[in-house]
């Protein structure tokens, strides 16, 4: 019993400061990729993010003495099931603003180990700028002798439309004089051609193209579908640039199945671009029966008859016999072994049940209305969100819509002057119903407080 997944997810997405957004439903339902990346958390490391069904990763900057938040800030969400095929290598870097994980090539059925790097690059201005390209080219290569690159976040490079490969590359400079030049492994470079919405260039975007060309590496973006007209990924009042990439190992490409930049909203002034990766992952799905494999047994009640009956079936020869062969087979040491002892037993086991006990009908799940998990919320501050989503949508393809792009900052405006207000309220009747419960009713003041 074993699920065949073909596709790998990863997606990057600077938040602009994560706050309270794990508990925004909206921000949730992004969340799909078996990988998700965020930067600029403004967070330290920390054990209290949770998301349910994933295993997390953080780093931090060091936070300033004078400072009244973190600043810089990675934390990346595994899906549980394949989490046992990525390796986290803490040592990889000291750079506060890379984080590199290893894919292993049996787990996701690759060619290749792949090295991926979830990274944020500080504009060439800021302080916290430290020569960021030079050493990360020599962690790729130092990574690429071992297997394939994927580079993935807010690098904050705007490359125009330069080209990310050796243009008009020739192997017919081994003729020049009788010499040859080139070493006999040499590959050409591929000439393929990508789009880019943004025509700027900047100093970061120049040094990521000189590390795609000394290290064989290539951008997604505008180039797959998804992105195939390399939309804009990022939005201010006073522009549009496309800062966040993701770039891969030239023999990767014929990996990636496409590539997606997502709509603005009101999460960030970022989107969040996702990479789908081809592979091959047989996972058992005994594997975690805690969490959503159990919904294949039956539940069974236990009666005033049921003793005799459990006698009877016990007594029976197909019973007996299934035990009997059961104890007879050598099962693996291994976790093929377990798993396929797990199956044969509770087989066994749901067989009796059915013999001795009634079993429990299922009841029907009532579907659960909607609730706010930032308590303070309400459809007001749902729908103007909702609102500011669908105007996102409008303006990744139509960016040159002034109008479209003034009502969007104006409704921003609005939901962050609403939210500070419906904050203010809810810690206000918080308040005054602590002030009511201390005397009256000590049980529901404590009640309130843990909660």
């Excluded at 603005?264 to 969040?272: E, G």
């Excluded at 002892?341 to 799940?365: M, Q």
């Excluded at 002034?402 to 609403?418: C, G, I, P, T």
Aim: hydrophobic share 30%.
């Amino acid at each position: 019993m074993s699920n065949c997944y073909k596709n790998l997810s990863i997606s990057s997405w600077n938040v602009h400061g994560l706050g309270d957004k794990l508990k925004d439903e909206l921000f949730i339902e992004n969340l799909k990729g078996d990988i998700n990346i965020h930067l600029e958390t403004w967070k330290g490391e920390s054990k209290e993010f949770k998301l349910e069904g994933h295993c997390i990763i953080s780093k931090s900057r060091k936070k300033r003495k004078k400072a009244r938040r973190y600043s810089g800030g990675i934390i990346v969400t595994i899906k549980k099931p394949y989490f046992k095929g990525i390796t986290y290598l803490k040592e990889a870097t000291t750079s506060p603003n890379r984080l590199w994980l290893k894919l292993n090539k049996n787990f996701f059925g690759f060619v290749h180990d792949i090295y991926l790097c979830a990274l944020y690059i500080p504009p060439f201005s800021s302080s916290h700028y430290d020569n960021d390209l030079d050493f990360l080219e020599n962690e790729v290569s130092s990574f690429s002798m071992n297997g394939q690159i994927i580079l993935i976040g807010d690098l904050n490079a705007r490359t125009g439309q330069r080209a990310d490969f050796i243009v008009n590359d020739s192997d017919h400079i081994n003729n020049f004089d009788g010499f040859d030049l080139l070493p006999e492994n040499y590959i050409t470079d591929s000439e393929i051609n990508r789009n880019n919405q943004d025509t700027s260039v900047n100093t970061v975007g120049t040094k990521l193209l000189d590390l795609c060309l000394s290290s064989r590496l290539r951008l997604l973006n505008g180039r797959f579908l998804g992105d195939s007209l390399g939309y804009y990924t990022y939005m201010s009042s006073s522009g549009f640039s496309t800062v966040d990439y993701a770039v891969v190992s030239e023999s990767l490409l014929s990996s990636v199945k496409y590539f997606k930049t997502n709509d603005f909203t009101y999460l960030s002034d970022h989107v969040q671009i996702t990479l789908y990766m081809k592979c091959s992952i047989n996972i058992d799905k005994e594997i975690g029966l805690e969490e959503n494999g159990w919904h294949w047994i039956k539940s069974y009640k236990w009666s005033e008859n049921s003793k005799l009956k459990l006698i009877d079936a016990l007594l029976t020869e197909n019973v007996k016999n299934e035990i009997i062969e059961f104890e007879m087979v050598n099962y693996e040491e291994n976790q093929v072994g377990v798993d396929e002892a797990t199956e044969k037993l509770t087989k066994i086991l749901d067989n009796i049940s059915s013999l001795s006990c009634k079993a429990t009908p299922k009841t029907k799940r009532r579907k659960k209305k909607r609730k706010f998990k930032q308590v303070w919320s309400d459809n007001v501050i749902y729908e103007t969100k909702r609102q500011i989503n669908k105007i996102g949508n409008k303006i990744r393809n139509n960016p040159n819509n002034n109008s479209l792009k003034q009502k969007f900052f104006e409704l921003k405006k609005n939901l962050k002057k609403m939210v500070k207000q419906k904050k203010y309220e809810y810690k206000q009747k918080l308040y005054n119903c602590l002030s009511d419960y201390i005397n009256q009713n000590p049980k529901e003041y404590w009640k309130i407080l843990k909660s």
